[in-house]
């Protein structure tokens, strides 16, 4: 996947300008700033939901359409409504064949064996026919990953999947995610405010903030010196034990402060 | 006993089935069943209950002006209810902006088809079926729109029942597979749109709930599979219409009281399955 000059503005607004991205097949590109740094924008563009102000943009070699299949998609946990009537396997069923044309009656064997192989993967079979609005979170997003990886993906987009998880959850969805990479070589786009559940897979930063961003391995980005830079203010960053530490940066809604409303 | 007696007679129901009009609203509240039960699922999963009311006050708005303006009532509450559904479509997509543009539009609509009414100077039956529905206002012009208007309920149906119910359960996730969510949401309101015009005149517009959500609520409790939900609803809201106008033929009296209190039953039931259902695993936590 590779963005050149990209920009995305609204209106005066800039949100970044001059982003060149690559990230590689099988690299886990962590994507961290405050909020309303353009994060989820660039997810969108990403998508094909949201054109580019200038530049472009290649996904597997070739350019971003709309709904495209080689792109796998995971959102922020929110909890289904309880009378909705959708099973787990419907869910994953639908990220299969969901955005196809009509009902939906042929090759429902091949359809069958996919949704369960996915639902397998990720360990939700045995409730997989329990309504989604009675799942917890933390299964609720298991099945958000079988639905995201049941079409295949090159490039896995997640949006905070980890956002109001128990630590267990966290790391078993993570380790889920980084499975793929590995298994499969799908690139990974993780965008969070909290890096430290995935500092371990991260094999690259972008972080962003107020239309400045830099981008480089973990060591080169997440220092005092380049954070303080980025935030235009006093940043700390300290290394506790197998942890990062920022220090300075909460009021902007730095790391310790998810979807901190200001 | 004589109140009983009323509701429940089957004098003459055998004669009054030979009657051509009475074969007509049999045949009318089978096809409204049909697509009744197709989208009550989706309506409930939308959570647009409150949408489907307003769309059958402006049904009536519609129908109001057609009987001013002389033309058929049946063609004016498609148009009113078409155009009503093609406003909230398109003005409200989310949930909490949507529920206010109704109730704007739904008192706007309420109020202009009352007023219609009372510079009507025909009929006052005309006035009041479109409330309540009657077997004899679904004549042989309402047949055909009503055919034409299912064929394409269905049609859209069959086309796109996929991605429809992507967007209506998952909406975020079906927008980053390229479903168009924002159009179908117009396309859907449409089709409610069509549906409740179709039902007005059966039913009535204060009864159209009664048709396109209960059946859906009705089957959402005892079900979480969207395809058995949909084949219940169908279930439910055919033997609603079907019966209710049966048991309407005896007695003379509107469809919309049998067929609402067969539906509501249906749904009573459902709770309490879904309530012993429940039971056993609430005891096992408590």
């Known amino acids: 996947m590779s963005l050149r000059g990209a920009r995305m503005a609204f209106g005066d607004r800039v949100l970044w300008e001059g982003l060149d991205l690559d990230v590689q097949p099988g690299e886990f590109l962590a994507v ?19 054109p580019l102000t200038t530049g472009s943009l290649q996904v597997a070699g070739a350019a971003v359409s709309r709904g495209s299949s080689r792109i796998g998609y995971i959102p922020q946990q929110t909890s289904a409504d309880p009378g909705l009537t959708l099973r787990g396997c419907d869910l994953v069923g639908l990220g299969w064949d ?26 939700a079979t045995e409730y997989a026919r329990v309504p989604v609005g009675r799942l917890s979170g933390g299964e609720l997003q298991r099945l958000r990953v079988a639905q995201a990886l049941i079409g295949d993906p090159a490039v896995l987009l997640c949006d905070e999947p980890l956002l109001s998880l128990d630590l267990a959850h966290q790391r078993m969805i993570s380790t889920l995610i980084d499975e793929r990479r590995r298994t499969a070589d799908s690139a990974v786009l993780f965008v969070t405010h909290e890096i430290n559940p995935v500092l371990s897979l991260v094999d690259k930063v972008l972080y962003l903030v107020d239309g400045r961003f830099r981008i480089g391995t973990c060591a080169e980005v997440m220092t005092s010196e380049v954070l303080s830079e980025l935030y235009r203010t006093e940043v700390d960053v300290f290394h506790v034990r197998d942890r990062i530490v920022v220090v300075g940066a909460e009021d902007c809604g730095g790391h310790h402060s998810p979807e901190r409303i200001p | 006993m004589s109140v009983l007696d009323r509701l429940f007679t089957v004098q003459g129901t055998g004669q009054l089935l030979q009657l051509p009009f009475v074969q007509n609203a049999l045949l009318a509240a089978a096809v409204l069943g049909l697509i009744a039960g197709l989208l009550a699922p989706l309506i409930v999963a939308r959570g647009m209950a409150f949408a489907v009311h307003g769309t059958s006050e402006l049904a009536f708005t519609g129908g109001a002006a057609a009987l001013l303006i002389g033309i058929d009532v049946g063609l004016g509450a498609v148009g009113g209810a078409v155009a009503a559904s093609l406003v909230f479509g398109v003005l409200g997509q989310r949930h909490r902006e949507r529920d206010s543009v109704i109730g704007v539009v739904l008192a706007f609509g309420l109020g202009l088809g009352v007023l219609m009414l009372a510079l009507y100077e025909g009929r006052s039956a005309n006035r009041f079926g479109l409330l309540t529905g009657s077997i004899v206002s679904v004549d042989s012009t309402n047949l055909l729109v009503l055919a034409v208007c299912a064929a394409l309920v269905l049609a859209t149906f069959s086309l796109a029942y996929r991605p429809l119910l992507f967007s209506s359960a998952d909406p975020e ?27 007005v005149p059966v039913v009535g517009a204060v009864l159209v709930l009664a048709v396109l959500v209960t059946p859906g609520a009705a089957a959402a409790q005892v079900t979480a599979s969207p395809a058995v939900a949909t084949v219940l609803a169908i279930v439910f809201a055919e033997i609603g219409l079907v019966g209710g106008t049966l048991l ?37 936590l408590a």
């Open chain 2, 248 to 284: 309407s033929l005896g007695p003379g009296l509107p469809i919309s009281g049998y067929a609402a209190t067969i539906i509501f039953l249906f749904y009573v039931g459902c709770r309490v399955v879904a309530r012993s259902r429940r039971s056993p695993r609430a005891a096992a």
């Open chain 1, 32 to 50: 961290l700033g405050p909020n309303g740094s353009g994060k989820t924008t660039l997810l969108k563009v990403l998508l094909g939901l949201l």
């Open chain 2, 173 to 199: 996730v079906a927008a980053s597979h390229g479903v168009p969510v924002r159009a179908l949401g117009v396309v859907f309101a449409v089709l409610i749109g069509l549906t409740t015009a179709l039902a």
């Open chain 1, 98 to 123: 969901g955005h196809r044309m009509g009902v939906g009656l042929g090759r429902r064997e091949r359809r069958r064996q996919r949704v369960e192989a996915a639902l397998a993967a990720v360990g």
